[in-house]
């Protein structure tokens, strides 16, 4: 999990704001494919105590409909959230059922990485030469929304202007994984996932759009769309 917190912050808009760049950062490590320190994190139970943390910290009720028993849960052999991340995520006869890049469920998927680099390249932000993910993959997106709200943090903290920092997240999330992400939800759902993926995509999917109502609710609709309402959804593992 990220080591990054709200703590070195003092006004309390800038440690909101610092506190869902902490659940962005967190939530793009756990859609990398698993690894041993992973499991480990599941199985003592670091992973949920860390992820329930950080949620409350934005909004308790982020953390009311979870199934933090499915987040517990890293199978029974060593290999189980490896098989099952390659099966939803990476592998499949004509592609993965479950896929993590953005632009293969809507458009042109060019077009789509496009309009990503744009926003990226607007603040100062390029891809490596033999970037781990693609532009329209979950885990740069994520990063992405991480970078922004960090930077709205240190804005609010030293009395600068956070407005574009806010309509960026805004646009961004509205345009890419907000778009997609329930998209993604629903298909997982459809797999009869291992308990803690279904869990985990749940837990992302309210938490964007929570965090899509709040940043609507701070910077205005986004221009050209109709204003979003969050409300906590039940957990898909009962």
């Not at 990398?32 to 949620?55: F, H, K, S, W």
């Not at 960090?150 to 646009?171: H, I, M, V, Y």
């Amino acid at each position: 999990m990220s080591d990054s917190t709200a703590q070195e912050f003092f006004q309390p808009e800038a440690r909101a704001a610092a506190a869902r760049s902490h659940a962005y950062a967190a939530l793009a490590q756990l859609f990398a494919y698993p690894d041993v320190e992973l499991r480990e994190d599941i199985q003592n139970g670091a992973l949920e105590t860390a992820l329930r943390t950080i949620l409350r910290d934005i909004d308790p009720a982020l953390v009311e409909p979870a199934n933090w028993s499915a987040l517990g849960d890293a199978g029974v052999e060593p290999d189980d959230l490896a098989v099952e991340y390659t099966r939803l995520f990476d592998a499949g006869t004509g592609g993965p059922p479950c896929p993590l890049h953005g632009g293969l469920y809507a458009g042109t998927r060019m077009k789509t990485m496009e309009e990503a680099v744009r926003f990226y390249n607007h603040f100062g932000l390029t891809l490596a030469d033999e970037p781990r993910e693609l532009p329209d993959h979950l885990i740069t997106q994520l990063e992405f929304m991480h970078f922004l709200a960090f930077r709205e943090a240190n804005a609010l903290e030293s009395g600068e202007d956070s407005k574009p920092f806010r309509c960026a997240q805004r646009d961004f999330l509205s345009r890419h994984p907000g778009r997609w992400v329930p998209e993604l939800r629903s298909r997982v759902g459809s797999q009869e996932p291992m308990p803690f993926f279904g869990e985990l995509v749940a837990r992302l999917g309210d938490f964007l759009a929570h965090d899509q109502a709040h940043l609507i609710a701070l910077a205005g609709p986004v221009p050209g769309e109709s204003t979003t309402t969050w409300s906590p959804q039940p957990s898909s593992q009962a």
